[in-house]
């Protein structure tokens, strides 16, 4: 499968889920237990990625799957990587609103792109740079509110604290995004063997927050396994299937393509996801919105398109010896 349909797919799907989680709601709020989604998400990746294995395995010659500890115990970093960052979230969130939250996010853009460069060894051209700069500007853009409504100045009023937080987060989502690549390439092993891996050790920490959660609470409404599916409708089971289609999707991205690629998707797929939020939502465009599509489909352009496209480079021009030593033998001579 090209790598531009699986980009595709998960641009569709990223901007569905903001979508789906609002239409999972009752009153405003959740009758399920929110922690127990990523959870089954991870299980569903597992139970999926388990079967894709053992059909691989039946076919001659097996898939390759590496087993020595030392490359095993490289497989849980990830899901710590995300649980540091989980809790940055919350402290980032503290100091400072929703929608400047969104704002410092757009950081995991450019430093996506350093850590890239930085421990992959993947260079980017100039015209590259460019557009992840163009990226993160078009999608900061796009979340600005008007200067007429009262959160204008909300975004420099904020604590240091709260913006040392962002930061951090945003390189704790690049670092992860980063990693992942880096395991996902480090040898030929099968893919799904390395998703059961990633998906195995992403189940076990998801299981860990939620008896965390259980003992915060003093187990008040029971074990986080006897409330596992509590207020579980259809809507929510597409949330679950989505969240882990999409963690499948990424996973191929990270063994195929690279986490620019990544990066190009979830970024268009939060534009997908407010023009969507017009639709469905009365959402009221802004000319922010606007601006930011546009300036993130000329980065789309600047990056992926050939630099022959981009640039207008000049004509060649033979030089004079060249064109002197091209002259046939026989005129030569007769001069």
Not at 231 to 237: A, I, L, P, Q, R
Request: hydrophobic letters at 45%.
């Amino acid at each position: 499968m090209r790598w531009y349909v699986v980009a595709s797919l998960l641009t569709v799907l990223t901007s569905s889920q903001g979508i789906l989680t609002t239409l999972s709601q009752s009153n405003g709020g959740y009758k399920y237990d929110y922690a127990t989604v990523p959870f089954l998400a991870e299980v569903f990746k597992l139970l999926v990625s388990s079967v894709f294995l053992w059909r691989e395995m039946q076919n001659s010659p097996p898939p390759k799957m590496t087993m020595d500890w030392k490359t095993v115990r490289l497989y849980p970093i990830p899901s710590i990587i995300y649980l540091i960052h989980n809790n940055v979230q919350f402290a980032t969130l503290t100091y400072v609103d929703t929608s400047t939250y969104q704002i410092l996010g757009n950081l995991k853009i450019v430093t996506t792109g350093i850590l890239f460069r930085l421990f992959l060894k993947r260079k980017l051209t100039n015209l590259q740079w460019m557009a992840i700069i163009l990226l993160a500007v078009g999608t900061t853009t796009s979340q600005v509110k008007g200067c007429g409504e009262a959160s204008c100045d909300s975004f420099f009023s904020s604590p240091i604290q709260g913006y040392l937080f962002g930061a951090l987060s945003a390189c704790l989502s690049a670092l992860a995004g980063v990693y992942t690549e880096f395991l996902m390439k480090k040898n030929n092993d099968s893919l799904y063997w390395q998703n059961v891996q990633l998906y195995t050790f992403g189940s076990i920490f998801n299981m860990g927050r939620l008896l965390m959660d259980d003992f915060r609470s003093g187990f008040e409404e029971g074990p986080w396994w006897q409330r596992l599916f509590n207020g579980y409708n259809m809507t929510t089971w597409l949330v679950v299937l989505n969240l882990g289609t999409t963690g499948l999707l990424v996973s191929w991205l990270m063994k195929y393509a690279d986490n620019i690629v990544k990066v190009y998707a979830t970024s268009m797929a939060m534009l997908l996801t407010m023009v969507l939020s017009v639709i469905l939502f009365n959402f009221k465009p802004t000319v922010q919105l606007f601006l930011g599509i546009i300036i993130c489909m000329m980065s789309l352009h600047m990056y992926f398109a050939p630099p022959s496209t981009l640039v207008d480079l000049p004509l060649t021009v033979k030089p004079v010896s060249e064109s002197v030593s091209e002259v046939p033998a026989e005129r030569k001579t007769d001069s």
